[in-house]
């Protein structure tokens, strides 16, 4: 080789290296640049945030629109931020109007709303995203139950009849029918204040005390009907169970929790009646869901929330 061949390779790898290291400057500078997207688990990047690929869902009853209390509504203003829900689905907003639950909505980052006022006890839903295929269901109904779609999935959020287990019972045949027009290859979550309790809590409840109360119960309240043939009536629930519905709180704890009473009321009468069920097609997509206690929700509201995480 001669001395102008040699001359000519050393300069023609000099050229290359200074190449590389061109290149790996811009993709370092890409990374550094813009890692808003990236979630880094040790050293390997996992690519889009969770939180842009979940859906958290909250569900609660406020207690008479937080009773009017805005000490109470701004503590839950504060919750919520730290909570950072996607959509949330409200029985009674008593004391909101159309106008002043969108505002309050709006303020708190939810742009998108709709509200059911069938009674004294009012529903809404609040969302990040547009709600579409929005439907008021009303006939039959004491409260009514909201229908709207949010991305790809279907809410009804409802709060059964207070009272009696038959009304109960037709409450849920009617909302039974609208889902049933829905393709069952769709997601749909149902949820709410069911004033329901469940078969699958059952053991909670087969015990000579909160017999006791429960009848206790209807003998103070001639009005309340809890009881079919002097066992409870869990017929809500189950006819969701029989409809390819399953109970999310369910599926991610073990053993009983209360949803009801909360530090707001003084007696020992527990019970589950709130919820958010999903159908078959979206059961594999819930991640996580439970009641949310804390030294907020004990206060806030005589009900605990219940929150679902989801796949989008």
Same mark, same amino acid.
């Given at each position: 080789?001669?001395?102008?061949?040699? %001359?000519?390779?050393?300069?023609?790898?000099?050229?290359?290296?200074?190449?590389?290291?061109?290149?790996?400057?811009?993709?370092?500078?890409?990374?550094? @640049?813009?890692?808003?997207? &990236?979630? $880094?688990?040790?050293?390997?990047?996992?690519?889009?945030?969770? #939180?842009?690929?979940?859906?958290?869902?909250?569900? =609660? !009853?406020? =207690?008479?629109?937080?009773?009017?209390?805005?000490?109470? %509504? !701004?503590?839950?203003?504060?919750?919520?931020?730290?909570?950072?829900?996607?959509?949330?689905?409200?029985?009674? &907003? !008593?004391?909101?109007?159309? +106008?002043?639950?969108?505002?309050?909505?709006?303020?708190?980052?939810?742009?998108? $709303?709709?509200?059911?006022?069938?009674?004294?006890?009012?529903? @809404?839903?609040?969302?990040?995203?547009?709600?579409?295929?929005?439907?008021?269901?009303?006939?039959?109904?004491?409260?009514?139950?909201?229908?709207?779609?949010?991305?790809?999935?279907?809410?009804?959020?409802?709060?059964?009849?207070?009272?009696?287990?038959?009304?109960?019972?037709?409450?849920?045949?009617?909302?039974?029918?609208?889902?049933?027009?829905?393709? #069952? $290859?769709?997601?749909?979550?149902?949820?709410?204040?069911?004033?329901?309790?469940?078969?699958?809590?059952?053991?909670?409840?087969?015990?000579?005390?909160?017999?006791?109360?429960?009848?206790?119960?209807?003998?103070?309240?001639?009005?309340?009907?809890? &009881?079919?043939?002097?066992?409870?009536?869990?017929?809500?629930?189950?006819?969701?169970?029989?409809?390819?519905?399953?109970?999310?709180? %369910?599926?991610?704890?073990?053993?009983?929790?209360? /949803?009801?009473?909360?530090?707001?009321?003084?007696?020992?009468? =527990?019970?589950?009646?709130?919820?958010?069920?999903?159908?078959?097609?979206?059961?594999? +997509?819930? &991640? +996580?869901?439970?009641?949310?206690?804390? !030294?907020?929700?004990?206060?806030? /509201? +005589?009900?605990?929330?219940?929150?679902?995480?989801?796949?989008?």
């Amino acid at each position: 080789m001669n001395g102008t061949m040699f %001359k000519f390779i050393i300069v023609l790898c000099a050229v290359i290296l200074f190449s590389c290291k061109q290149d790996m400057a811009t993709i370092k500078v890409d990374l550094v @640049g813009d890692t808003s997207s &990236l979630v $880094t688990t040790g050293n390997q990047l996992q690519g889009t945030a969770i #939180a842009d690929t979940t859906l958290r869902v909250l569900s =609660y !009853n406020i =207690y008479e629109g937080f009773r009017g209390d805005s000490a109470l %509504k !701004n503590s839950f203003v504060q919750w919520v931020g730290v909570l950072k829900p996607d959509v949330m689905a409200f029985q009674e &907003l !008593n004391g909101f109007t159309g +106008d002043s639950f969108r505002a309050f909505a709006k303020s708190l980052g939810f742009p998108y $709303t709709v509200m059911l006022r069938k009674s004294a006890f009012p529903m @809404g839903l609040a969302s990040k995203f547009p709600i579409s295929n929005i439907e008021k269901i009303v006939d039959g109904m004491r409260h009514g139950c909201l229908r709207g779609k949010i991305l790809d999935f279907n809410f009804f959020v409802t709060h059964l009849e207070p009272n009696s287990y038959i009304n109960r019972r037709v409450e849920i045949e009617i909302i039974k029918n609208e889902i049933a027009e829905i393709p #069952a $290859t769709e997601k749909t979550l149902l949820m709410g204040d069911f004033n329901n309790m469940s078969p699958q809590d059952s053991v909670a409840y087969d015990n000579p005390e909160k017999m006791r109360l429960v009848k206790a119960s209807e003998t103070n309240n001639p009005d309340v009907h809890i &009881l079919n043939n002097g066992k409870i009536d869990y017929y809500v629930l189950q006819a969701m169970f029989d409809a390819n519905f399953y109970d999310t709180w %369910k599926l991610f704890n073990n053993g009983y929790d209360k /949803s009801a009473p909360t530090k707001v009321r003084n007696h020992n009468n =527990y019970t589950r009646i709130d919820y958010i069920l999903v159908n078959q097609t979206l059961r594999p +997509d819930c &991640l +996580d869901a439970h009641l949310i206690k804390d !030294n907020v929700t004990d206060y806030l /509201s +005589d009900h605990y929330p219940m929150f679902l995480i989801l796949k989008k």
